[in-house]
């Protein structure tokens, strides 16, 4: 089976976006349905639908239209890069490409805020993003992992963590 090539996705962003919300890369579920955080057991949605009150059940397009009109952007921080499986641990560092954060800044002057979906996210950003590039200047929250993969935190525990998200684009 080798290194199978991971390709992520576009930004879900707009103009409007005052914070961004960072993952590591794509899991084997989220490529298979092509949607972010697509495992049916990841808590981003329903986290994200408590702190901006839509529906997280409602179809994906609805969903990321409620998270723009809230303004949060989702991104990855690596474009592409070789991963056995889903697991953020098994992705190879020398093989990241990363994502052009930059750019997505210029699109979305209004970003802020930079939160990262765990630890791995923010690792990668770290090691991919220099220091001297525009991204790395904006104030950054490393939140626990949404991902069922992450069970050492029950739900509200996280819930009660990613209302730093609503509160700062709340603040903007």
Known sequence: MGNPVVIGFAPLADATASVLVLGSL???????????????????????????GFDATAQYSERCAALQAAGV?????????????????AIRAPTVQPTDLD????????????FFNGGAAATLFRRHHPADTDIRQLPATRLPSTSPAHASLRFEQKLTAWQVVRDRVQSS
Not at 73 to 89: E, K, N
Not at 105 to 113: A, M, N
Request: proline content about 9%.
């Open 26 to 52: 794509p899991s084997v579920a989220s490529v298979l349905v092509g949607q972010y955080y697509g495992h049916p057991r990841n808590a981003f949605w329903p986290i994200m639908g408590r702190l901006f």
């Open 73 to 89: 952007a989702v991104w990855d921080v690596a474009a592409q890069a070789q991963r056995p499986g889903s697991l953020d641990a």
């Open 103 to 114: 750019g997505l800044l210029r699109r979305c002057p209004g970003i802020g805020h930079v």
